[in-house]
C-alpha cells in the first residue's frame, strides 16, 4: 500500500492542483511511484469537476509541467481514513480541516510550507484574485517546500 498524500485548498483549482502535479513529477524522477501516491482537493465545492484556473495551466505549462488532466474535487470527511498525510495551503484550509477530521486524524495534517525550513511565511497565498505573476510566485513557493516533503517522506518509507 503507497503513503497517500493529498494537498488542499478551497477551489482545487490553483494551489493543490500546482502542488499535486510537482509532487507527482518528484515522485516520479525520485522513482517512487509505486510507494508514494499523491492527490489533490478543495475544502469548497464551487469548482467541482472544472479544469484548474487558466492561470494554473499557464503556469504549469511555462514550466514544463502538464495540468490538463486535473478536475476539481471536494475533499471529504472520509479521505482522512484513505490517505497518510493531509496537506492544507493556508490556515483557513488547516482550519477547515481540522474541523472535519476525526480526532484520531488531526496529527495527519500540516501546512504545505511547514515542509521548508527556508520558506519566508507560513502560507501558500491564494493567487486566484491577482495576476498571473502571483501563480509564478506560487510555484516556486510549491516546489521548494514538495522537494522538502519529499524528503521527508523518503525518511518515513
Sequence with gaps: ??????????????????????????????????RIAVESGGTGDWHLGEPADPRTLDVLRRNGYDGSAHRARQFTPQWFDEHD?????????????????????????????????????SEVPDPYYGGADGFDD????????????????????
Design 138 to 157: 506560487v510555484l516556486a513557493m510549491i516546489e521548494q517546500a514538495c522537494r522538502a516533503l519529499l524528503e521527508q517522506v523518503k525518511t518515513e518509507l
Design 1 to 34: 500500500m503507497p503513503y497517500r498524500i493529498v494537498f488542499v485548498c478551497l477551489g482545487n483549482i490553483c494551489r493543490s492542483p500546482i502542488a499535486e502535479i510537482v509532487m507527482r513529477r518528484l515522485v516520479r524522477t525520485a522513482g517512487l511511484e509505486d
Design 85 to 121: 498525510l493531509v496537506v492544507a495551503m493556508d490556515d483557513s484550509n488547516l482550519t477547515a480541516l481540522r474541523r472535519m477530521a476525526p480526532p484520531d486524524a488531526r496529527d495527519k495534517i500540516r501546512l504545505l510550507l511547514s515542509f521548508d525550513p527556508d520558506a519566508a511565511q
